[in-house]
């Protein structure tokens, strides 16, 4: 098993294949320990405490962003993670109308050594060994026709009724104001 992380923002759901997948995760009793959090920045202070993660990112974004204050938020979470030699493999897993990652200082990520790598297909997760998965809300950049709130309350009472380790992240500020100091 070793350090692989599943990361999945359900901001990437936009099919019913794509929920089926992800219900096959949380439901499938094979992962014993999840992470959930509204934001995808709050698990950074749980990851940084760690070395030579393989993250794998199901999400519709790549969170590889820079932003000019130096700081973590749903956007640049795995940039931090990245720069500061956490995360030794980032493969993310997005969609077909996902933005590829080509931002600001490209040059200084692609430079760590680290492995990149991106996918459209994500079925093979299914046999990927996780140390844990952490679920992201995002409910700032959910499709409006697919409100997936009560899929993400319904994950943490799976794991609450069936005794699965589970635990909350909260940041303590609203969306816009969700930045942390890395």
């Known amino acids: 098993m070793g350090n692989r992380y599943l990361s999945i923002d359900l901001d990437w759901i936009k099919t019913t294949q794509q929920l089926n997948f992800v219900n096959q995760i949380v439901f499938g009793n094979k992962i014993k320990k999840f992470k959930f959090g509204h934001q995808h920045n709050s698990i950074y202070e749980y990851y940084k405490s760690k070395k030579d993660i393989v993250l794998y990112n199901v999400d519709d974004h790549h969170d590889m962003q820079v932003n000019r204050m130096n700081t973590v938020s749903e956007c640049t979470w795995v940039h ?103």
């Open 80 to 182: 931090h993670l990245i720069v500061n030699n956490i995360v030794k493999e980032y493969h993310w897993i997005n969609n077909l109308s996902s933005i590829p990652f080509k931002g600001e200082n490209v040059n200084n990520i692609l430079l760590k050594n680290y492995l990149f790598q991106t996918y459209d297909e994500y079925e093979f997760l299914l046999n990927v060994d996780f140390e844990e998965v952490f679920i992201c809300l995002s409910p700032e950049y959910l499709d409006p026709q697919l409100n997936t709130y009560p899929v993400f309350k319904t994950y943490l009472d799976y794991c609450k009724i069936n005794n699965i380790e589970y635990e909350q992240l909260i940041l303590l500020r609203d969306h816009w104001e969700t930045q942390i100091n890395p």
